[in-house]
């Protein structure tokens, strides 16, 4: 894996297991400062766990995909595909993660050859929504700090099992995005309703637009997307505040363009999303 960007802090690998399917550490971070940096997984497949809570806002963009005001939150489990370089930005704080890179071939012709990576896949993998995995990344983790009678053994059969559950996860996923959807005319209208200024539309405005009901409309969304409407709604219109930051408007003039109620109540919203205030998120960057 190659890192580029800006210094990441202080990392210091607890253990290490290396096989022939996977090479896995456990690492301990200490931020001191915001990070910025762009991770290349090569041909590798890498799965990267936070053991505790995150205690800063993350965010990641696929660097040569999305645009450069395109990044979405990060859960704490996250899958960087093959081939597919990610830029990650993050806040102070520290954290116990567990990084495994497969070396897999079928897993990794599966993630790179087998599936067409859309953006509802790619937002999916910023945030991969399967327990089955994180609770093995779990157990990984555990016999990994204190290795037991034939560990090597467990370890090896535990990364088997995780690359088989990743692949099924990701595979289900596909199956139910192309079994339901939207039409694409509806959600170029959705797209450009969001876009407008103003108060964020509802989800019966949305529906109203598509002319479907708001289960109908939610459903099919989230087929299409991989997000729910409300979430989707609610990102945008953060990267918008973000944008307008970026280039100078004031916090007043940010709040009030996106139709909220009020700075405070804009305020509130940013920081819950991406964990600063706007003006520190405005002097960080």
Not at 174 to 193: C, T, Y
Request: hydrophobic share 40%; net charge positive; with cysteine.
């Amino acid at each position: 894996m190659q890192v580029t960007g800006a210094d990441v802090g202080h990392v210091r690998q607890e253990a290490a297991f290396h096989s022939r399917h996977a090479q896995v550490s456990l690492m301990r971070s200490e931020l001191g400062h915001p990070i910025d940096v762009v991770l290349d997984p090569g041909h590798a497949c890498s799965l990267d766990f936070c053991l505790t809570e995150r205690e800063s806002f993350t965010e990641l963009r696929f660097s040569e995909i999305w645009h450069g005001g395109h990044f979405e939150p990060a859960g704490r489990l996250i899958m960087r595909p093959p081939g597919q370089p990610v830029q990650i930005r993050s806040g102070r704080g520290s954290q116990r993660a567990i990084s495994c890179q497969f070396m897999m071939e079928d897993l990794v012709r599966f993630f790179e050859t087998d599936i067409k990576w859309t953006d509802p896949l790619r937002s999916a993998s910023v945030d991969v929504a399967s327990r089955t995995v994180k609770v093995l990344l779990h157990r990984l983790a555990a016999e990994m700090a204190r290795p037991g009678l034939d560990s090597k053994m467990l370890c090896d059969a535990l990364i088997v099992q995780i690359a088989i559950e990743l692949r099924r996860h990701f595979h289900d996923m596909v199956h139910r995005l192309n079994a339901v959807g939207m039409a694409a005319w509806r959600l170029d209208l959705i797209e450009k309703r969001v876009k407008q200024d103003g108060p964020l539309p509802s989800l019966a405005d949305l529906a109203d637009l598509c002319g479907l009901s708001v289960r109908q409309m939610s459903r099919g969304f989230l087929a299409a997307r991989g997000v729910p409407p409300g979430r989707y709604v609610f990102q945008q219109k953060v990267e918008q505040a973000k944008e307008r930051l970026a280039c100078g408007e004031a916090v007043k003039s940010v709040a009030y363009g996106l139709g909220f109620s009020s700075p405070s109540s804009f305020c509130s919203a940013f920081r819950q999303a991406t964990g600063l205030a706007p003006g520190a998120w405005k002097c960080e960057r």
